[in-house]
């Protein structure tokens, strides 16, 4: 994504008619879920600070992003009090939103969008953030896939239709948990908790496993500098700017393996967070086998 968006930047600062330079730096982000949330204020931010320093030439008003979700708040499964705030902190920064509105199509050239009509969005730069799907393989009955190509399994992880297959995290499709009964979100700790319980059972005769709960810790979704919305379940507590963003980036940075790696990121961060810069601006592209350079 930074290759790309880089060398959009790039290709920007060389064309001069203004449509398009317009298509270069629109960006449509699809899926107002954390990822785009996350996406869409992260592009949002670097236009302010990293794009105007470094691209002067390419001016106010071209560039434009966009979230568009098929429901009828950014961040659907989220608290009420969450999805407004980050709206409105989205809207602040400059990000449009389209709720209710789905993409069609994208041609490389025109992300066709549809609500109650059809509208086109002339873009080179559509960002998928409107989920993962899982990759089916053979030897698995048809039948035992859900939506999003997820496998059906029951309470112990078993994949429905077979006596020794289990498939855990995002590519299982559990609806025996009675809180989730649309199956569980496709988020870390769901994969972490469902991982654990069945190394156990496997472990465990097989009338005394243990049917798989999910402990909901709570969600989060970081919108940009400072800013960050937190829902946590028990008991029923909401909270959002700067303190929820402490607390995201101190659970992320925690979530790395060794010392060394959580103090080099945390260098990083407050480096970034002082000098509103990211150092890595680097265009990598694939090594050239025939002619055997990296460009
Ligand atoms: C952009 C993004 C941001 C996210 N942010 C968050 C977040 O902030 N918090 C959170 O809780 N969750 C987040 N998630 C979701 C989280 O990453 C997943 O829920 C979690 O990684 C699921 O773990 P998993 O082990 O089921 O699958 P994965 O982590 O996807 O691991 C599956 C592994 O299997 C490998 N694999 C696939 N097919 C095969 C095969 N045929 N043979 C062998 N190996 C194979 C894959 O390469 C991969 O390494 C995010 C997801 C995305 C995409």
Not at 35 to 58: C, H, N, W
């Amino acid at each position: 994504m930074r290759n790309l968006l880089l060398n959009r930047l790039e290709e920007a600062t060389r064309v001069s008619d203004i449509e398009e330079k317009k298509k270069l730096l629109t960006i449509v982000v699809a899926g107002a879920g954390p990822t785009g949330v996350e996406v869409s204020g992260m592009f949002a931010e670097m236009r302010q600070s990293i794009i105007r320093k470094d691209y002067p030439e390419l001016g106010k008003g071209f560039s434009d992003i966009i979230l568009v979700d098929g429901g009828d708040a950014v961040l659907g499964p989220m608290s009420v009090d969450s999805q407004n705030y980050s709206k409105e902190s989205l809207e602040k920064l400059g990000v449009k939103i389209m709720l209710q509105t789905k993409v069609k199509d994208f041609d490389g050239e025109t992300v066709t969008l549809t609500d109650h009509s059809t509208i086109e969005i002339k873009t080179k730069n559509l960002i998928w953030a409107a989920g993962v799907s899982a990759i089916p393989f053979e030897g698995i009955p048809a039948e035992s896939f859900g939506p999003g190509k997820r496998m059906i399994v029951d309470a112990f992880n078993k994949v429905h239709g077979t006596e020794n297959i289990y498939a855990i995290g995002d590519t299982c499709l559990q609806t025996t948990d009675e809180h989730f009964p649309k199956g569980h979100p496709q988020v870390a700790q769901v994969a972490i908790q469902q991982g654990k319980l069945l190394a156990k059972n496997l472990a465990t005769d097989e009338p005394l496993r243990k049917p798989f709960i999910y402990n909901d810790k709570g969600s989060m979704a970081i919108i940009g500098r400072n800013k960050a919305v937190a829902d946590i379940p028990k008991p029923k507590f909401h909270f959002n700017g700067f303190m929820a963003w402490a607390v995201w980036l101190f659970i992320h940075v925690m979530s790395l393996l060794t010392v060394k790696n959580r103090l080099r990121t945390f260098g990083n961060w407050v480096i970034a967070y002082f000098s509103k810069d990211q150092s890595f601006r680097m265009i990598i592209r694939p090594q050239d086998k025939d002619k055997n350079i990296t460009a």
